[in-house]
Protein backbone atom coordinates (compact mmCIF):
# COMPACT_ATOMS: atom_id res chain seq x y z
CA UNK A 1 0.00 0.00 0.00
CA UNK A 2 1.18 3.27 -1.07
CA UNK A 3 0.33 6.63 0.81
CA UNK A 4 0.90 9.53 -1.79
CA UNK A 5 0.34 13.26 0.51
CA UNK A 6 0.33 15.63 -2.79
CA UNK A 7 -1.47 15.34 -6.07
CA UNK A 8 2.03 14.94 -7.72
CA UNK A 9 3.03 11.88 -6.13
CA UNK A 10 -0.62 10.28 -6.74
CA UNK A 11 0.06 10.93 -10.10
CA UNK A 12 3.28 9.61 -10.52
CA UNK A 13 2.46 6.47 -8.52
CA UNK A 14 -0.82 5.91 -10.79
CA UNK A 15 1.67 6.20 -14.05
CA UNK A 16 3.93 3.50 -12.15
CA UNK A 17 1.27 1.44 -11.96
CA UNK A 18 -0.15 1.85 -15.79
CA UNK A 19 -3.46 3.21 -14.19
CA UNK A 20 -4.81 4.44 -17.26
CA UNK A 21 -4.63 0.60 -18.70
CA UNK A 22 -6.38 -0.68 -15.85
CA UNK A 23 -9.09 -0.38 -14.10
CA UNK A 24 -9.52 2.21 -11.01
CA UNK A 25 -11.95 2.04 -8.80
CA UNK A 26 -11.51 4.71 -6.13
CA UNK A 27 -13.34 5.30 -3.01
CA UNK A 28 -13.50 8.93 -1.35
CA UNK A 29 -13.95 9.26 2.16
CA UNK A 30 -12.88 11.42 5.11
CA UNK A 31 -11.29 9.11 7.52
CA UNK A 32 -12.08 7.91 10.73
CA UNK A 33 -12.27 4.86 8.94
CA UNK A 34 -15.32 2.50 10.12
CA UNK A 35 -16.35 -0.56 8.97
CA UNK A 36 -18.59 0.90 6.27
CA UNK A 37 -16.00 2.80 4.68
CA UNK A 38 -14.33 -0.71 4.40
CA UNK A 39 -17.49 -2.24 2.65
CA UNK A 40 -17.34 0.31 -0.19
CA UNK A 41 -13.47 -0.73 -0.83
CA UNK A 42 -14.08 -4.60 -0.29
CA UNK A 43 -16.58 -3.61 -3.07
CA UNK A 44 -14.16 -1.70 -5.07
CA UNK A 45 -10.87 -4.38 -4.69
CA UNK A 46 -13.37 -7.00 -5.44
CA UNK A 47 -14.33 -5.03 -9.36
CA UNK A 48 -11.12 -2.90 -10.30
CA UNK A 49 -7.29 -3.81 -10.59
CA UNK A 50 -6.54 -0.71 -8.91
CA UNK A 51 -7.90 0.40 -5.98
CA UNK A 52 -7.44 4.22 -4.60
CA UNK A 53 -9.21 5.09 -0.91
CA UNK A 54 -8.43 9.16 -0.37
CA UNK A 55 -8.58 10.73 3.27
CA UNK A 56 -9.48 14.59 2.87
CA UNK A 57 -11.21 16.35 5.56
CA UNK A 58 -12.67 19.12 3.21
CA UNK A 59 -13.30 22.21 4.66
CA UNK A 60 -15.29 23.50 1.92
CA UNK A 61 -18.13 20.92 2.50
CA UNK A 62 -18.66 22.31 6.27
CA UNK A 63 -21.00 25.32 6.96
CA UNK A 64 -20.30 24.73 10.57
CA UNK A 65 -16.45 26.02 11.62
CA UNK A 66 -16.85 23.74 15.13
CA UNK A 67 -18.05 20.55 13.29
CA UNK A 68 -15.06 20.97 10.90
CA UNK A 69 -12.76 21.71 13.83
CA UNK A 70 -14.02 18.77 15.70
CA UNK A 71 -14.17 15.83 12.94
CA UNK A 72 -12.39 13.06 14.44
CA UNK A 73 -8.47 12.65 12.61
CA UNK A 74 -6.14 10.36 12.89
CA UNK A 75 -4.57 9.22 10.05
CA UNK A 76 -1.71 6.56 11.28
CA UNK A 77 -4.87 4.51 12.68
CA UNK A 78 -6.65 4.94 9.11
CA UNK A 79 -3.46 3.46 7.19
CA UNK A 80 -3.25 0.40 10.39
CA UNK A 81 -6.69 -0.26 9.66
CA UNK A 82 -6.07 -0.54 5.59
CA UNK A 83 -3.05 -2.23 5.99
CA UNK A 84 -4.59 -5.59 5.58
CA UNK A 85 -6.68 -4.85 2.98
CA UNK A 86 -5.31 -4.91 -0.73
CA UNK A 87 -5.64 -1.14 -0.96
CA UNK A 88 -3.22 0.05 -3.97
CA UNK A 89 -2.79 3.68 -3.02
CA UNK A 90 -3.44 5.76 -0.22
CA UNK A 91 -3.84 9.32 -1.36
CA UNK A 92 -3.89 11.73 2.14
CA UNK A 93 -3.21 15.29 0.88
CA UNK A 94 -3.35 18.67 2.76
CA UNK A 95 -6.16 21.22 1.91
CA UNK A 96 -3.32 23.44 0.92
CA UNK A 97 -2.16 20.51 -2.03
CA UNK A 98 -5.47 19.96 -3.07
CA UNK A 99 -6.74 23.77 -3.22
CA UNK A 100 -3.51 25.31 -4.36
CA UNK A 101 -2.69 22.96 -6.95
CA UNK A 102 -5.56 21.83 -8.46
CA UNK A 103 -8.08 24.22 -10.70
CA UNK A 104 -11.92 23.15 -10.75
CA UNK A 105 -14.13 25.62 -12.44
CA UNK A 106 -17.11 23.90 -12.72
CA UNK A 107 -20.62 25.12 -11.22
CA UNK A 108 -23.16 22.26 -11.53
CA UNK A 109 -26.72 24.16 -10.65
CA UNK A 110 -28.62 21.29 -8.73
CA UNK A 111 -31.80 23.08 -8.25
CA UNK A 112 -34.67 20.78 -6.27
CA UNK A 113 -31.96 18.08 -5.32
CA UNK A 114 -29.67 20.78 -3.52
CA UNK A 115 -32.77 22.99 -1.97
CA UNK A 116 -34.40 20.20 0.13
CA UNK A 117 -32.91 18.29 3.70
CA UNK A 118 -29.35 18.55 3.61
CA UNK A 119 -29.14 21.39 1.28
CA UNK A 120 -31.96 23.31 3.23
CA UNK A 121 -30.05 22.49 6.64
CA UNK A 122 -26.50 22.82 5.70
CA UNK A 123 -26.21 25.74 3.02
CA UNK A 124 -22.90 25.26 0.53
CA UNK A 125 -22.57 21.63 1.70
CA UNK A 126 -23.74 20.23 -1.54
CA UNK A 127 -21.32 22.61 -3.49
CA UNK A 128 -18.23 21.92 -1.26
CA UNK A 129 -18.95 17.80 -1.80
CA UNK A 130 -19.20 18.31 -6.08
CA UNK A 131 -16.14 20.60 -5.66
CA UNK A 132 -13.97 18.18 -3.75
CA UNK A 133 -15.45 15.13 -5.36
CA UNK A 134 -15.02 16.65 -8.78
CA UNK A 135 -11.37 17.69 -8.08
CA UNK A 136 -10.46 13.98 -7.25
CA UNK A 137 -12.14 12.42 -10.03
CA UNK A 138 -10.20 14.45 -12.18
CA UNK A 139 -6.77 13.76 -10.59
CA UNK A 140 -8.04 10.04 -9.92
CA UNK A 141 -9.71 9.17 -13.10
CA UNK A 142 -11.49 6.33 -11.57
CA UNK A 143 -13.68 4.18 -13.68
CA UNK A 144 -16.02 3.25 -10.51
CA UNK A 145 -16.29 4.93 -7.25
CA UNK A 146 -17.98 3.86 -4.15
CA UNK A 147 -20.53 5.35 -2.18
CA UNK A 148 -22.10 5.01 0.76
CA UNK A 149 -26.00 4.79 0.66
CA UNK A 150 -26.04 5.87 4.20
CA UNK A 151 -25.59 9.49 2.34
CA UNK A 152 -28.65 9.43 0.45
CA UNK A 153 -29.02 12.67 -0.87
CA UNK A 154 -25.26 12.67 -2.17
CA UNK A 155 -25.58 9.94 -3.98
CA UNK A 156 -28.03 11.55 -5.78
CA UNK A 157 -26.03 14.74 -6.07
CA UNK A 158 -23.27 13.32 -6.96
CA UNK A 159 -24.55 11.14 -10.06
CA UNK A 160 -26.35 14.50 -11.23
CA UNK A 161 -23.02 16.22 -11.00
CA UNK A 162 -21.41 13.12 -12.77
CA UNK A 163 -24.27 13.45 -15.80
CA UNK A 164 -23.96 17.18 -16.15
CA UNK A 165 -20.30 17.41 -16.20
CA UNK A 166 -20.48 14.16 -18.76
CA UNK A 167 -17.56 12.33 -16.49
CA UNK A 168 -17.39 8.84 -17.50
CA UNK A 169 -16.74 7.53 -13.67
CA UNK A 170 -19.71 4.76 -13.00
CA UNK A 171 -21.04 5.70 -9.42
CA UNK A 172 -21.79 2.59 -7.06
CA UNK A 173 -24.09 2.88 -4.44
CA UNK A 174 -23.41 0.67 -1.28
CA UNK A 175 -25.51 -0.36 1.61
CA UNK A 176 -25.30 1.11 4.87
CA UNK A 177 -23.63 -0.47 7.15
CA UNK A 178 -24.86 -0.95 10.99
CA UNK A 179 -23.87 -1.40 14.34
CA UNK A 180 -25.86 -4.58 16.20
CA UNK A 181 -27.97 -2.07 17.90
CA UNK A 182 -28.45 -0.54 14.31
CA UNK A 183 -27.23 2.63 14.36
CA UNK A 184 -25.78 3.57 11.02
CA UNK A 185 -21.89 3.96 11.69
CA UNK A 186 -20.25 6.89 11.22
CA UNK A 187 -16.76 8.59 12.19
CA UNK A 188 -18.77 11.01 13.66
CA UNK A 189 -19.56 8.12 16.25
CA UNK A 190 -16.75 8.60 17.88
CA UNK A 191 -17.44 11.69 19.41
CA UNK A 192 -20.81 9.82 21.18
CA UNK A 193 -20.62 8.57 24.97
CA UNK A 194 -21.39 4.66 25.82
CA UNK A 195 -24.87 6.33 27.29
CA UNK A 196 -25.33 8.78 23.85
CA UNK A 197 -24.30 5.00 21.70
CA UNK A 198 -27.34 3.52 23.30
CA UNK A 199 -29.71 6.59 22.92
CA UNK A 200 -28.67 7.09 18.98
CA UNK A 201 -30.07 3.49 18.46
CA UNK A 202 -33.29 5.02 18.52
CA UNK A 203 -32.90 6.41 14.88
CA UNK A 204 -32.94 2.85 13.56
CA UNK A 205 -35.63 1.79 15.71
CA UNK A 206 -37.79 4.70 14.50
CA UNK A 207 -36.95 4.08 10.51
CA UNK A 208 -38.07 0.58 10.84
CA UNK A 209 -41.48 1.24 12.58
CA UNK A 210 -41.97 4.10 9.65
CA UNK A 211 -41.38 0.91 7.60
CA UNK A 212 -44.15 -1.05 9.02
CA UNK A 213 -46.29 2.04 9.52
CA UNK A 214 -46.09 2.15 5.57
CA UNK A 215 -48.01 -0.55 4.56
CA UNK A 216 -51.11 0.84 6.27
CA UNK A 217 -50.24 4.64 6.44
CA UNK A 218 -49.72 7.62 3.87
CA UNK A 219 -46.65 9.16 3.94
CA UNK A 220 -47.41 12.02 5.64
CA UNK A 221 -48.89 10.01 8.48
CA UNK A 222 -46.23 8.22 8.98
CA UNK A 223 -44.09 11.08 9.32
CA UNK A 224 -46.25 12.48 11.50
CA UNK A 225 -45.74 9.19 13.63
CA UNK A 226 -42.01 9.30 13.65
CA UNK A 227 -41.65 12.80 14.27
CA UNK A 228 -43.95 12.10 17.62
CA UNK A 229 -42.06 9.18 18.65
CA UNK A 230 -38.93 11.17 18.50
CA UNK A 231 -40.23 13.68 21.18
CA UNK A 232 -40.01 10.73 23.66
CA UNK A 233 -36.44 10.05 23.22
CA UNK A 234 -33.51 11.50 24.02
CA UNK A 235 -32.67 13.00 20.80
CA UNK A 236 -33.20 16.23 19.29
CA UNK A 237 -35.06 16.05 15.96
CA UNK A 238 -33.41 18.09 13.00
CA UNK A 239 -35.91 16.94 10.05
CA UNK A 240 -37.21 13.92 8.97
CA UNK A 241 -38.65 13.84 5.17
CA UNK A 242 -40.34 10.66 3.36
CA UNK A 243 -39.19 11.26 -0.77
CA UNK A 244 -38.98 9.88 -3.97
CA UNK A 245 -35.60 8.62 -4.30
CA UNK A 246 -35.16 10.31 -7.55
CA UNK A 247 -36.58 13.44 -7.46
CA UNK A 248 -36.18 13.66 -3.73
CA UNK A 249 -39.52 15.46 -3.64
CA UNK A 250 -41.56 15.07 -0.43
CA UNK A 251 -44.52 12.31 -0.35
CA UNK A 252 -47.48 12.95 1.29
CA UNK A 253 -50.19 11.02 0.12
CA UNK A 254 -48.79 8.39 -2.15
CA UNK A 255 -46.06 5.80 -1.63
CA UNK A 256 -43.53 5.89 -4.57
CA UNK A 257 -41.27 2.69 -5.46
CA UNK A 258 -37.88 3.19 -3.62
CA UNK A 259 -39.37 5.81 -0.77
CA UNK A 260 -36.99 6.34 1.39
CA UNK A 261 -37.08 8.17 5.33
CA UNK A 262 -34.45 10.57 5.86
CA UNK A 263 -33.75 11.93 9.17
CA UNK A 264 -31.29 14.04 10.48
CA UNK A 265 -31.18 13.83 14.76
CA UNK A 266 -28.71 15.63 17.05
CA UNK A 267 -27.43 13.16 19.87
CA UNK A 268 -26.34 15.58 22.73
CA UNK A 269 -23.89 17.59 20.08
CA UNK A 270 -23.44 15.27 17.59
CA UNK A 271 -25.24 15.68 14.40
CA UNK A 272 -26.53 11.80 13.42
CA UNK A 273 -27.72 11.53 9.65
CA UNK A 274 -29.19 8.23 8.39
CA UNK A 275 -32.59 6.90 5.81
CA UNK A 276 -34.36 3.78 5.43
CA UNK A 277 -36.42 2.75 2.29
CA UNK A 278 -39.51 2.08 3.52
CA UNK A 279 -41.24 1.09 0.19
CA UNK A 280 -39.10 -1.74 -2.18
CA UNK A 281 -37.54 0.06 -5.49
CA UNK A 282 -38.52 -1.42 -8.48
CA UNK A 283 -35.80 -3.87 -9.72
CA UNK A 284 -33.91 -2.95 -12.58
P1 LIG B 1 -17.27 9.99 4.94
O1 LIG B 1 -15.90 9.58 5.39
O2 LIG B 1 -18.24 10.11 6.06
O3 LIG B 1 -17.25 11.17 4.02
O4 LIG B 1 -17.81 8.78 4.08
C1 LIG B 1 -17.10 8.29 2.98
C2 LIG B 1 -17.99 7.32 2.24
O5 LIG B 1 -18.34 6.25 3.11
C3 LIG B 1 -19.30 7.98 1.77
O6 LIG B 1 -19.61 7.50 0.48
C4 LIG B 1 -20.28 7.49 2.81
O7 LIG B 1 -21.61 7.43 2.34
C5 LIG B 1 -19.75 6.10 3.10
N1 LIG B 1 -20.24 5.62 4.39
C6 LIG B 1 -20.23 6.32 5.56
N2 LIG B 1 -20.83 5.59 6.53
C7 LIG B 1 -21.23 4.43 5.95
C8 LIG B 1 -21.92 3.27 6.41
N3 LIG B 1 -22.33 3.16 7.67
N4 LIG B 1 -22.17 2.27 5.53
C9 LIG B 1 -21.77 2.36 4.23
N5 LIG B 1 -21.11 3.44 3.73
C10 LIG B 1 -20.84 4.45 4.57
Request: hydrophobic share 40%; glycine share 4%.
Amino acid sequence: MILCETTHSLKSELAKLDAKNKSVGFVPTMGALHDGHLSLLDACIKNNEISVVSIFVNPTQFNNPADLEKYPRDLQSDLNILQPKKCDIVFAPTVEDIYENNQIASSVVLGKLGEVMEGKFRPGHFEGVMQIVELLFRIVQPQNAYFGRKDFQQVAVIKHMVKTLNISTKIIECETMREKSGLAMSSRNKLLTSENLKDAAFIFAALSHGRKLASSKTPAETKEIITKSFSESKLSLEYISIVDPTTLESLDYAWTPGATACVVAYCGAVRLLDNLELIPALQN
